[in-house]
């Protein structure tokens, strides 16, 4: 198995930019998500990987190979599509052998390919079927058959599973890290679902506006966002931001009715009136906190295993707080919601993390 | 199942809501077929008609006139519907690539003859390829012939004049049906099919044209059923000459109706074997394109 070497790589439509120069090793045998927003670019450069866009600068290797100018049948790779992109016209066997027909691969072989890659699949019954006479999680299965009866070092995927239902999606995902250890293959993963990143990635790339914010493990990222953008776009519910400002030493909060908390040590002492954005994890809030919100819920929302308060103080942002288990809370109660300011993230106004 | 009077009053005037449609259709369509048919087994010349049987069926096989109809008619269509079909899907691919450029202009180039007057187009076509038009001018400024071609006068080349104007009409025509149908899959196909290593030629054989099979089965039935009925352009171009080297079965009809001593029933014979033609092959062309499982 390959891995891959991004190195500088970039796009340019028309004289518009839209990846602008990303560069990234990828471990053989590594399973890594592409995040971000979308239009950041993640397909683009899976494309770019994948040989179905030009390259407009810098190089791209796989394994020890460059291949800029390599024909996309020649990188050794295979794309699994959010589309499925299966053939219609033909069955569920002809839709996975017709790579190997023109790889010149003899009738056994591929008899034994597709059925081997029925088995991984549980395809075997549905053999003969067209596309059309499949439910969606099927067609992303033969979509996934079809990409491995070629044996590729890399497995692109792009939203492989936009298009099923909740339940589906998540047995989709189980399939697919199932297969990413069965098979041990290079496996790049585009996703627009940072659930769908954390919990298949060994690694995760972190993507806005063609350029990587971060990369990292998914707990690397949780624990240890580099900016604000990461660690709102890592972490489900998303992480409150709360403005304040630098006074006396003090982070004294915005709309808090002058409310401050104390300043955790900096590298660099930030001068007085600075403004800065707290991060506070939804779950992080807790009941042995040292620091307290006062705020008054608004919206609860119990989902059995968990309950969201989504609270605020006065005309201040509304912030998500996990309950802990705690379902008594009803709208228009009042709530301290206490947390450590040692948990507690900083970042200054161009986004990026100073504590 | 008992009716209600609610349900046979709205019965009542569904029915009378249709009629005037129905009568319509009945005056101008069912009874004018009908009375074709009948009018197919009667003799005679002008109004002068009587039953006549099967007389009709064996005038047909030994009229040596609508013999040579039939096969010219049989010859068009046989070149000129593959032809045409092959090009019109070429172009449509073609037409269809995101890489070629001016794509609107060469989509209006190569679908404006469908828009132009049967007679204006089939006129031109004369001028053009008159002994001294336009194609032999060039052909002899080119040096490829000496003193031209005589196109009209020639029992081979007035065919091939004949099929090349209406593969010039109606190419664009049934490009456009393709066209249509290859906006509407899905771009990923063929990428995946580039990620396969499908070559060319095979992703044109062995994807878009099974894909296009029920647009390719429509054009091409509707296509047939054109050239079956082929009348303005032979008529204006080469009036069914030389020697009946180019003449239709619906010029046929035209003549045995209009320019020679009217012969009725004749010319209804006549028009039935076009609508026997038109059977037969659509259900040949149904059942080679049918869904094998
Ligand atoms: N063929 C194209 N021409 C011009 N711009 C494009 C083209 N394809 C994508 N883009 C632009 O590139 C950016 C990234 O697109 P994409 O990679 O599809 O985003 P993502 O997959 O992350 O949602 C977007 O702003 C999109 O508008
Ligand atoms: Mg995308």
């Known amino acids: 198995m390959s891995g891959l070497k991004l190195k500088g790589l970039r796009k340019a439509y028309g004289g518009f930019e839209v990846i602008r120069g990303v560069d990234l090793e990828i471990e053989p045998k590594e399973f890594v998500v592409f995040v971000g927003p979308s239009g950041c670019g993640k397909s683009t450069i899976l494309r770019m990987i994948a040989g179905l866009e030009d390259i407009s600068g810098g190089e791209l290797f796989i394994g020890d190979r460059m291949v800029n100018d390599v024909d996309a049948s020649k990188r050794g790779i295979a794309m699994v599509f959010q589309s499925y992109a299966l053939y219609p016209h033909m069955t569920v066997e002809e839709n996975m052998g017709f790579a190997l027909k023109y790889a010149g691969e003899s009738k056994e072989t591929i008899k034994r390919q597709v059925a081997e890659a029925a088995r991984i699949l549980g395809l075997e019954a549905l053999l003969s079927r067209r596309p059309k006479d499949l439910s969606g999680g099927q067609r992303q299965r033969v979509a996934i058959g079809r990409a491995i009866v070629r044996h590729p070092e890399v497995f692109l995927f792009?939203?492989?599973?936009?298009?099923?239902?909740?339940?589906?999606?998540?047995?989709?995902?189980?399939?697919?890290?199932?297969?990413?250890?069965?098979?041990?293959?290079?496996?790049?993963?585009?996703?627009?679902?940072?659930?769908?990143?954390?919990?298949?990635?060994?690694?995760?790339?972190?993507?806005?506006?063609?350029?990587?914010?971060?990369?990292?493990?998914?707990?690397?990222?949780?624990?240890?966002?580099?900016?604000?953008?990461?660690?709102?776009?890592?972490?489900?519910?998303?992480?409150?931001?709360?403005p304040a400002k630098i006074q006396g030493g003090r982070l004294s909060l915005v709309g808090y009715a002058g409310q401050s908390l104390p300043l955790p040590p900096l590298e660099t002492a930030p001068l007085d009136g600075t403004e800065v954005m707290i991060g506070i994890r939804p779950e992080h809030f807790t009941k042995d906190g040292q620091a307290a919100l006062e705020l008054t819920v608004e919206i609860v929302e119990n989902l059995g295993n968990e309950t969201y308060a989504y609270a605020r103080q006065g005309h201040a942002e509304m912030l998500t707080i996990a309950m802990q288990g705690d379902r008594s809370t009803r709208p228009g109660s009042a709530v301290s919601a206490r947390f450590d300011p040692q948990k507690m993230f900083l970042f200054d106004m161009k986004g990026e993390r100073i504590f | 199942m008992a009716q209600t009077r609610l349900g046979r009053n709205e019965n009542i005037s569904g029915w009378a809501f249709i009629a005037p449609a129905m009568v319509l259709l009945g005056i101008f369509m069912i009874w004018p077929i009908l009375w074709s048919l009948w009018m197919s087994f009667q003799t005679g010349r002008g109004m002068n008609m009587s039953f006549g049987g099967l007389s009709n069926i064996i005038r047909l096989t030994e009229d040596p006139i609508f013999v040579k109809a039939l096969g010219n008619t049989l010859t068009f269509l046989a070149i000129q519907v593959p032809i045409m079909i092959m090009m019109a899907l070429i172009f449509a691919v073609m037409l269809n690539s995101p890489r070629l450029r001016f794509r609107g202009l060469f989509r209006t180039a190569i679908f404006l003859p469908a828009v132009t007057s049967l007679v204006a187009y089939s006129i031109l076509f004369k001028s053009l390829f008159s002994t001294d038009g336009f194609v032999n001018a060039s052909l002899i400024a080119l040096g490829l012939s000496e003193r031209g071609v005589n196109w009209m006068g020639d029992p081979f080349y007035a065919k091939i004049v004949i099929i090349t104007a209406i593969t010039w009409r109606w190419t664009g025509y049934n490009m456009i049906f393709y066209l249509a149908a290859l906006q509407n899959i899905d771009k990923s196909i063929y990428e995946a099919a580039r990620i396969d290593g499908i070559p060319a030629h095979a992703q044109f054989f062995k994807i878009t044209v099974p894909m296009l099979k029920p647009v390719i089965l429509f054009t091409t039935i509707m296509s047939t059923i054109g050239t079956l009925q082929l009348f303005d352009e032979v008529q204006n171009i080469t009036l069914g000459g030389p020697a009946n080297a180019t003449l239709t079965l619906s010029q046929y009809i035209y003549n045995l109706t209009f320019r020679f001593m009217p012969s009725f029933g004749y010319a209804a014979t006549v028009s039935y074997v076009i609508v026997v033609l038109v059977a037969i092959l659509s259900f040949v062309q149904f059942y080679v394109a049918r869904d094998r499982k």
């Open chain 1, 158 to 242: 792009d939203e492989p599973l936009s298009n099923l239902d909740a339940e589906l999606r998540l047995q989709m995902r189980i399939e697919i890290a199932r297969l990413h250890k069965e098979l041990g293959t290079t496996i790049i993963y585009v996703t627009h679902d940072q659930v769908e990143a954390m919990t298949l990635a060994d690694k995760i790339v972190v993507l806005r506006d063609g350029r990587i914010e971060q990369v990292g493990s998914p707990l690397d990222l949780y624990d240890n966002p580099k900016n604000q953008f990461v660690a709102g776009f890592i972490g489900s519910p998303k992480m409150n931001f709360l």
